[in-house]
C-alpha cells in the first residue's frame, strides 16, 4: 500500500476548531498523518445564482489549484449548501481514486433546537462524511454493509447509522490493516454484494 496522508482545507468561512477536531479524529482512526492547511478556499466562483447554492465540482476543481503533492488526499470542509446539477444537494463528492473531496456541514447539523449536544452531532457526523469520502479517493465505490462508512447517505440520520470505520471488504481494499482502528469488526458470512451507484453523499 502506498503512503498517503490527509489534508484538510477551509472552504470559506468554517470555525477553525472544526478543523482542528476532525484533524484530531481522523489521525488516530485511520492511522496517517492529517494536517491543516493554512489557506482558506474562496468558494464565490461556485456560486450558482439561480439556484443559490455552490457547485461541488467546482470546488473540486479549486481544490486542484494547486495540484496536491503526491499522496496527499486533500479534503475541503464547508457549511455550504453544495449540489450536482441532477440532485436538489450532497453531503460531499470525491475525485473517485483521485485526491480531492469536499464534504459540508450544511446538511450535518442537528435540526432540533433544543438538541442537547449539537457539537458532538456535528462532530461525529463529519467524521463519518469524511471517512466516506477519503473512502472514493482511495478508489471504493459505496457498500451495502448498514453500518460501513462507504454506505451511501443523502440525510444526516443516514449517516447516523454508520461507524467510523469501513467494512474489513472495503478496509482490506485500500490496505488499511485489520488492526488500523478504522478498519471495522467483520461481516462475518455476509457477503454481500457492492454496488456502483451515482457517487452523491
Ligand atoms: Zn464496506
Ligand atoms: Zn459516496
Known amino acids: 500500500m502506498f503512503a498517503w496522508r490527509v489534508e484538510l482545507v477551509r472552504i470559506g468561512t468554517v470555525a477553525p476548531g472544526i478543523l482542528r477536531s476532525l484533524a484530531a479524529e481522523l489521525a488516530p482512526c485511520l492511522a496517517r498523518e492529517v494536517t491543516v492547511a493554512a489557506v482558506t478556499i474562496d468558494p464565490a466562483p461556485a456560486f450558482d445564482p439561480l439556484r443559490r447554492q455552490y457547485r461541488v465540482d467546482d470546488l473540486l476543481l479549486a481544490l486542484l489549484d494547486p495540484p496536491p503533492p503526491a499522496g496527499v488526499k486533500r479534503v475541503g470542509v464547508t457549511n455550504l449548501d453544495i449540489f450536482l446539477p441532477v440532485f436538489t444537494h450532497v453531503l460531499g463528492l470525491a475525485q473517485h481514486g483521485g485526491q480531492v473531496a ?14 442537547p449536544d449539537p457539537a458532538g452531532v456535528l462532530r461525529r457526523r463529519l467524521l463519518r462524511e469524511a471517512l466516506h469520502e477519503l473512502g472514493h479517493t482511495l478508489g471504493l465505490v459505496h457498500c451495502t454493509v448498514p453500518w460501513c462508512a462507504m454506505r451511501a447517505s443523502r440525510a444526516a440520520e443516514e449517516v447516523d447509522l454508520k461507524d467510523a470505520a469501513f467494512c474489513r471488504t472495503c ?3 485500500v490496505g488499511l490493516a485489520a488492526d488500523c482502528p478504522c478498519a471495522g469488526r467483520d461481516t462475518g458470512d455476509r457477503e454481500l454484494p457492492r454496488v456502483e451507484k451515482e457517487h452523491e453523499g
Open 171 to 173: 478496509a482490506g481494499e
Open 102 to 115: 469536499v464534504v459540508s456541514l450544511h446538511r450535518l447539523r442537528p435540526d432540533e433546537p433544543d438538541h
